[in-house]
């Protein structure tokens, strides 16, 4: 006898990348090993597949974003899709819709990927309870970036072979740094010890129950360090309501090839742009590809989102 | 109306220091007639109407101290009827109503509207309020004098607070004089700046704006040293912390006077219940440590804190469906007030005249009312529960206008079986 089968459609709810914390290891390492693959593909003369022909990708930026966008237009571009990308800051929003009708009604046009970006904590969250298809996090207020940590990983990965084992520092503005979360989190995740250095006032409350080490001191911060990721400091924060003064905070928090010496020889840079150069980092120690990886941080962005937009289009 | 006797009664009437079965008479006018373990059927003739409450717990209506009734201008969130409506089903008999309504009650003719619409439109004791400054712009102060005269009970800018310390001072010294009450809700804007969760290691991972504590510290340490110049009857609408409590010990064992309030959501909840992104737990004061939660349960039985408040919040679904940080603050509360207090006595918090006393008696005395007691003569105002029985909450079953509850989902104990107002049935299980 047959044996009888449950006829309820099962249903089919898409997953999302709305940050680090909701991943597993498994998930991430999937990513950065589907990632590589993309990285020869970038490189060579014909750059097109056609996995993701037939889908749709909005591109969902209430920030201005230039290399984020970007970086996800060109990934979803070289993997097939049709990618439309919607500038919101003059838009809907400014005739009072919500973000909840706004959701609802690109739902309607039915995509298959939504990439968000928002200056809310949590929009992406609200988002893709509301819509059918996935919802990926280009960075949401100050809570999660999680593709930029995953292509950090990636090019920590690409260059050194492994996370596992390393010391890494993030220095700066950790208080209004989404980067800075979904890094620690990953970091942490793939087995390296993360140090945090910024100055008092930018130091967010309860970060040493995140994993990590907080320093307010570069030196003692740096100490042993493989890697250190610089953050950007928003120009409107360095003039007497967070700190005293630029000027001030280049002397004890700007990367100089001296203070590079703290952290372990032949330590390596990263910073996810833009920078400020003179105010987080020397410029010339910015533009020594010996130290800096910030350039293959750009590149290996694209292959690291058509990982994701990959993996998260069903 | 006919005489009622209410027999086989758990009589719990803190007021009176009462815990104990007897039998409660209402006299034709729905006043107290007679309570207490004496009072015997016998007493009664024989057209006494007889209402059995079957070993329940018999207590004075519940007095809340702060809700929001949507009328005038937010009529969609919650009007005079609804609210009502799901007051009477939680036992609550009286509520102090908030003045931040559209327009603002800041003036004579406003009082004159709502005391209308209300006798009109309510079925409950109704006690409004009005803004301790124009607009609640915390720039200059209302008629004191003049309100009163018209019925306003109390002066408060609901959740907004005066910054302004020489204001506040002569706001004080003003109230003492005329004898009004004046009840601050204690946060200091420049520390709470966009803040909408408590500070800490989950505003961190949320990535969301935090306010510490010392935002609500400063503010009432501010007043309580005003208070020593000008004593004035003054009431802190809500605290939400440890600190808080401490700076209360120290000024109420130095014999300041003053009267504390606490909503019953800071009791029964925490920041972790915030989740990922609930806003129907975004409220103001907001939702901190378990540790700030414990002490406030202790602030009440050590009497730090005077009363326990529903700060029923309605607010429409449009207004919760938002990013966290635009979401509005609040939560209904008016018709789970009682049950959710009841949680600290299953759990062994607090003992059951505590938490009685803090509904009934003492915010009747902070407002000077003949209300949340029993003792003969009183108005019939009567809520019957059943302590032990289970519920699970439902926001569909609530009969507030509004279904922003902060507890969807959980699992009470105790139920309000009746609710008498005027020695009236008002609302039946």
Redesign the interface.
Known sequence: MAVKKNNTAIKNTPKHLLGI?SLSILEAKSILDEAKNFIKLNRSNSKKLDVLRGKTQINLFFEPSTRTQSSFDLAGKRLGADVMSMNMDNSALKKGE???DTAMTLNAMHPDLIVIR?Q????P??LSQKVNCAVINAG?????HPTQALLDALTIINRIGKIEGLKIAICGDILHS?VA?SNIYLMNMLGAEVNVIAPKTLM????N??GVKSFTDMKKGLDGCDIVMMLRLQNERMQGSFLPSKREYYEFYGLTPEKLKYAKKNALIMHPGPMNRGVEIDTKLADDINVSLVKEQVELGVAVRMACLKKYCK | MKEKIFINARIIDPSQNMDEKGSLILNDNGKVKAIGKNVKKSDTSSNTEIVDVKGNILIPGIVDMKAFVGEPGFEYKENFRTLSHAALSGGVTSIVTMPNTKPIIDNVSMVDFIIRRARDKASVNLFPCASITRQTEGKLMTEFGLLSGRGIIGFSDVNRTIQNTELMARIMDYAADIGVLIMQHPEDYELSKNACINDGEIATRLGLEGVSSIAEKIIIERDLTLLSEYPCRYHINQISSKQSIEVIKKNKNNGKKFTVGVSINNLSLNENDIGEFKTFLKLSPPLRSEEDRLALVQGIKDGLIDVIVSDHLPEDEESKRLPFSQAAAGAVGVETLLPLSLEMFHNESLPLNKIIEALTINPAKILKINKGTLSKGSDGDICIFDLEAPWKVDANKLKSKSKNTAIEGRNLQGKILMTFLNGQLAFNQ
């Open positions: 914390q919500t973000l909840i928002h809310d904590s949590g929009a969250n609200l949401d207020g100050r809570r999660e989404r979360r967010p409350k309860g970060i129950k995140m």
